[in-house]
């Protein structure tokens, strides 16, 4: 059973075709990253996954579950897991604070926010689990916005994993990043649960080739290639419509 299945998936906007019939299947723990120019469909894919957008035609199973038609936060609580290209961080509370509401919301506890000692012992044992994960344990106090922004777009997939998802969507995880952040960032995807599948949208081919075990091309709202990375960086069609020879 695949984890993430999109199915002749099409999104029109009057004339415009963002996507166009579209097909993705993931197996479960794979690393998928999903590349193109800008105006590719990247983003209208992703909104159509989480359940921002209603696709015009086809559907999207996750799981062997078909959830094309449910609401994001009911995706959500069904194991797809997302972060944004632009951080979606309470800046004003310290990153130990983030990480606590986004357990406490997922196990539907009652207000019992940003008490370290909260009396569930498990979403304490959660927090700290994640923020090791990501490698945050040592700021855990420090306030967002005083964060180095590597350190933020970490905090994001700490909050991520928070409602432990099947799958993972990372949209851009790298972009803005300084060549440390982002030797970080590969380093932190490396090391997540290999069962959990994770899709990434990123721009940075020297990341998608160090991370992604299977490459899916997008074009003006269509797949033009899709394989492993030798595959992609070999198929003649992405070098002539994206890659181009001299970035290969």
Not at 10 to 22: I, M, P, R
Not at 86 to 94: P, Q, R, Y
């Amino acid at each position: 059973m695949s984890a993430l299945q999109v199915s002749k998936l099409s999104k029109h906007y009057g004339g415009l075709a963002a996507l166009t019939d579209v097909n993705i299947e993931t197996c479960k723990g794979e690393r998928r990253a999903i590349i193109g120019p800008n105006g590719a469909g990247k983003t209208t894919l992703l909104d159509v996954i989480t359940g921002k957008v209603t696709p015009t035609e086809g559907r999207v199973c996750l799981g062997g579950q078909d959830i094309t038609a449910l609401p994001v936060h009911t995706r959500a609580n069904l194991g797809l897991g997302y972060t944004f290209q632009h951080n979606n961080l309470f800046d004003s509370l310290t990153a130990w604070e983030n990480v606590c509401l986004a357990v406490q919301h997922h196990h539907g506890f009652a207000r019992q926010l940003f008490q370290e000692n909260v009396a569930n012992e498990a979403v304490t044992a959660s927090v700290v689990r994640l923020l090791k994960l990501v490698g945050l344990a040592g700021v855990c106090k420090n306030v967002v916005r005083n964060l180095a922004y590597g350190q933020q777009r970490s905090l994001e997939v700490a909050m991520a994993l928070a409602t432990e998802p099947q799958v993972l969507l990372l949209d851009e995880p790298t972009a803005g990043m300084s060549v440390a952040e982002t030797k970080e960032m590969v380093e932190l995807i490396k090391t997540l649960p290999p069962s959990l599948t994770v899709v990434i949208v990123e721009h940075d081919m020297d990341v998608v080739f160090r991370v992604a075990d299977r490459i899916t091309v997008l074009h003006y709202g269509e797949v033009i290639s899709e394989g492993t990375p030798h595959e992609v960086r070999a198929d003649p069609t992405v070098r002539a419509n994206y890659l181009g020879t001299d970035k290969l």
